[in-house]
């Protein structure tokens, strides 16, 4: 496959439908990539889309930021900063910034907690969590990749049955981008491989039962043998806060 840098995307004729091209693009890539180490998909993203690619993290770890900038240095790592963080994750944030050679851009919803409690009523996450997950994280998510062709993300396949056909490289439809998973067909063993070889900060609250870690207040701790991401949104039917469906 013959990768399209940034600037050649940038080249296409005004008759051209980018969407189609980028579509196109992801399709190849998905298929050619499968199966290629995460190193070699990042980069692959990072040469074709160069400043106009970033990742996203959660900061539960920096495993996906620690794989990107050993291939693209001063890459931008978008953190959704929804002000309900713990403060567990706020340090790997602020750890990743201070000894990673990446560029962490901390987003803010536009309505603080308590402008949101005043205009939608307290504790929105009780009542409604896929409205203060819009608010907090899908919204502000599509206003920081306002900037970018493509975007990687730190899903995994054996993280759940809804993640389990996660491709390395797609087109994500709704938002007219690349999305890119290095990580995907990665275990649970790898991850933890990853980290103790090169030493990537990790959520401390790991060590306290969690398994998934989002906003404290939709979070709670797993028991053996649950679903890892059980102790999201655990009193709803729900699985996912809309920034990855």
Not at 165 to 183: E, L, M, S
């Amino acid at each position: 496959m013959s990768p399209v840098n940034a600037a050649g995307l940038g080249l296409l004729s005004p008759a051209t439908d980018r969407s189609a091209e980028l579509r196109a693009l992801a399709e190849e890539a998905g298929r050619e990539l499968e199966g290629a180490p995460a190193e070699e998909i990042a980069r692959w993203a990072a040469e074709t889309f160069g400043d106009r690619f970033c990742v996203t993290s959660s900061m539960a770890d920096a495993v996906l930021a620690h794989v990107v900038s050993r291939v693209a240095p001063g890459v931008d790592v978008v953190f959704l900063d929804t002000g309900l963080h713990f403060p567990e994750t706020l340090k790997v944030r602020d750890t990743v910034a201070a000894t990673l050679p990446v560029n962490v851009r901390s987003i803010r919803p536009r309505l603080t907690v308590g402008q949101q409690d005043g205009e939608y009523g307290p504790r929105l996450f009780n009542k409604s969590p896929d409205d203060c997950c819009f608010l907090r994280k899908v919204e502000p998510l599509e206003r920081a990749l306002a900037d970018y062709d493509a975007w990687a993300a730190g899903l995994r396949r054996d993280e759940s049955p809804t993640r389990a056909n996660t491709p390395v490289v797609a087109f994500d439809a709704k938002r007219g981008k690349v999305k890119v998973n290095p990580i995907a067909a990665w275990s649970q063993a790898d991850v933890d491989a990853y980290i103790s070889r090169w030493n990537v900060p990790v959520n401390e609250l790991f060590k306290k039962g969690y398994t998934s870690i989002g906003c404290w207040p939709c979070t709670r701790r797993t028991k053996a043998g649950e679903d890892p991401r059980a102790g999201r949104w655990a009193m709803f039917e729900k699985t996912e806060c809309g920034l990855h469906t």
